[in-house]
């Protein structure tokens, strides 16, 4: 299972080329408190822009490759979070060897947004099919609309469904063969 946990923070208002929109603030909260990741633009007409995010899935190593970015790409990490420091939950114990991975992270190279995580102790991992595009809005039902069609002649890896972190979030493999999460922020 491939995480994207962000949460949607509606606070900050600004007049753009004359146009009333507004930003909400896209926040992890972890261990260290709220942060800011990234943002999302909400029109002044109420229509909003939906983000498409690469998703890089590593086997382990992606602390590793976190410094690596940092290093060769001059990223700036905005969040970082391992499996050890998720919720527990008592019907699925957490491994021993899986709490040091990362189950979600985002840096930021130059005006892009990255994330990363690893694989689950045990799943398969494939050099080649670690990049996924992560799918952002805040509307359950357009969530839906965009799970089901990318569905259709595809493979759903999870099924659309509430989880801790968002009130649908799924994932799926389209008929062309590209990995697809779709996540839904707000209240759930």
């Not at 086997?59 to 969040?79: H, P, T």
């Not at 799943?123 to 990318?150: R, W, Y």
Request: glycine share 10%; proline share 5%.
């Amino acid at each position: 299972m491939n995480l994207c946990i962000v949460n949607l923070y509606n606070d900050i208002e600004y007049a753009w080329l004359g146009t009333h929109h507004t930003i909400a603030n896209i926040c992890s909260y972890g261990y260290n408190g709220l942060e800011v990741i990234g943002n999302l633009h909400i029109k002044g007409d109420g229509t909003m822009s939906v983000k498409l995010i690469p998703y890089l899935v590593m086997n382990g190593n992606a602390k590793e490759a976190i410094e690596f970015y940092k290093n060769a790409l001059n990223a700036e990490v905005g969040f970082v979070q391992t499996f050890g420091e998720m919720p527990d939950n008592p019907d699925y114990p957490l491994p021993e060897d899986a709490k040091q991975r990362i189950s979600h992270a985002t840096i930021k190279v130059g005006e892009t947004e990255l994330m990363l995580s690893d694989t689950f102790p045990g799943q398969p991992h494939q050099s080649g099919n670690q990049v996924t595009i992560c799918i952002s809005t805040n509307d359950a039902e357009q969530s839906k609309a965009m799970f089901d069609e990318l569905s259709n002649g595809g493979t759903v890896t999870m099924p659309l469904q509430e989880t801790f972190f968002s009130p649908a979030y799924g994932g799926v493999i389209d008929k062309y063969g590209v990995s697809f999460q779709v996540y839904t922020h707000g209240e759930h």
